[in-house]
């Protein structure tokens, strides 16, 4: 009698089992799945207001009635570790889970993720000649990282197998032909171009600040694909009323600090967005707040940062594009897709932040419109006046 009684126990113990299993399934089946996969990982603030957008509007999707989501989000990390093969793993990491788990829509944060993972989900237009679109591809992500290999390397030899998911980009710095997206019939997306405008009426306000003179400006970027996209764009954009220089993508340290003695010698205001992936001596990437401090330090004109975290890092000032926008129009679009709904599928970045250094500012006895660090303080990007102006350790003076 008690062998019965134990394998009724197990009986029930099963049903109920195999019932909370199809409840899930169902539940699972009844959410749209959304992957968010980021370029960069989480120690950059920009990754992180991205996120907070895309939550902020698959919040506002649901209190609205809108569908169940079930949102996953990965952070392929590949700005600590740029090199060929730490690319090919994140990449085919990535793909493992489009191939498994099969979502409807994937959103792509920055240019690398949108080489690595995008291309390979288009679904292209007839006439599309994807050989080609892949070298020209695969010479992009392997410039100046490795000897360009074969295409099955990245995995961009072939596409994506089954159903294809709706893609939606952000962050995106110039075009998007490099990734075959204007070719293709399932992408929409943000772009993440600067505000042109917003730099120049800002760089005017620096120039007359500042007591000496101001021959121009000069882009100083580092080496990455996304900084020579970045430099691109600086030479297509009309600067009036400053005379701008030809930018300078350096790739070490060493020429890190020649552009910066060229832009003192020239009078040139510089404008630096992406500095991240400058090596030393050793072939490592310098800290990011070493090589701001010590610009800053050595800088004799003013110097503007173009992306949100030049002031954290130790700079004086920054215009850059808000990347809780970014995020926010990002998931708006991956529902209008998940909806039906037609919509503009391309848009450009309408929202900047200004962060401030006073201290920095008063060192360089700069007398700036209020209005600069009345913003910086609202959006909490103000950094006030502190006795240590700079902490440089392993950058040597030039």
Excluded at 9 to 32: P, S, Y
Excluded at 91 to 109: C, H, S
Aim: charged share 20%; proline share 4%.
């Amino acid at each position: 009698m008690k062998h019965v009684f134990v394998l009724a126990k197990f009986a029930v113990i099963g049903a109920l089992l195999f019932v909370v299993g199809r409840l899930v399934l169902m539940q699972n089946d009844a959410q749209a799945k959304i992957l968010v996969v980021h370029s960069y990982n989480t120690d950059l603030a920009w990754v992180n207001d991205v996120d907070d957008g895309i939550r902020r509007a698959a919040g506002t999707a649901q209190q609205s009635g809108g569908p169940h989501l079930n949102l996953r989000t990965h952070y392929m990390n590949l700005r600590n570790h740029p090199d060929c093969n730490f690319y090919k793993n994140a990449a085919a990491e990535v793909r493992f889970t489009l191939d498994d788990w099969k979502p409807e829509v994937i959103i792509l944060v920055d240019d690398l993720a949108q080489a690595l993972v995008g291309f390979n989900q288009l679904a292209l237009h007839e006439n599309a000649d994807r050989y080609a679109l892949a070298q020209r591809l695969n010479d992009w992500i392997s410039g100046g990282r490795c000897a360009t290999p074969a295409l099955d390397f990245f995995g961009l030899d072939r596409p994506a197998d089954g159903p294809l998911p709706a893609v939606v980009f952000a962050g995106v710095n110039g075009g998007t032909a490099l990734y075959g997206y204007e070719q293709a019939s399932n992408v929409s997306g943000i772009f993440e171009r600067k505000n042109y405008d917003a730099l120049i009426e800002t760089l005017v306000s620096l120039e007359r600040a500042y007591a000496g003179d101001v021959a121009g400006i000069m882009m100083l970027n580092d080496a990455s694909p996304t900084a020579i996209t970045e430099s691109e764009n600086y030479l297509a954009q009309d600067w009036g009323p400053f005379t701008a220089a030809a930018p300078v993508n350096a790739a070490n340290l060493a020429q890190w600090e020649a552009a910066v003695a060229t832009a003192n010698a020239r009078d040139l205001m510089l404008l630096i967005a992406n500095y991240q992936n400058v090596l030393d001596t050793n072939g490592l990437p310098v800290p990011a707040e070493d090589l701001v401090a010590w610009t800053e330090l050595h800088a004799k004109l003013p110097v503007l940062g173009v992306n949100t975290r030049f002031v954290a890092d130790g700079g004086m000032m920054t215009v850059a594009i808000a990347g809780s926008e970014q995020g926010e129009v990002a998931m708006e679009l991956a529902l209008a897709v998940l909806n039906g709904v037609d919509t503009d599928p391309l848009r450009e970045a309408k929202q900047f932040l200004i962060g401030l250094n006073q201290s920095l500012v008063r060192k360089r006895g700069l007398a700036l419109p209020a209005i600069y660090e009345a913003f910086s303080r609202e959006i909490g990007s103000f950094i006030p006046v502190v006795d240590d102006l700079y902490v440089v350790q392993g950058v040597q003076d030039g």
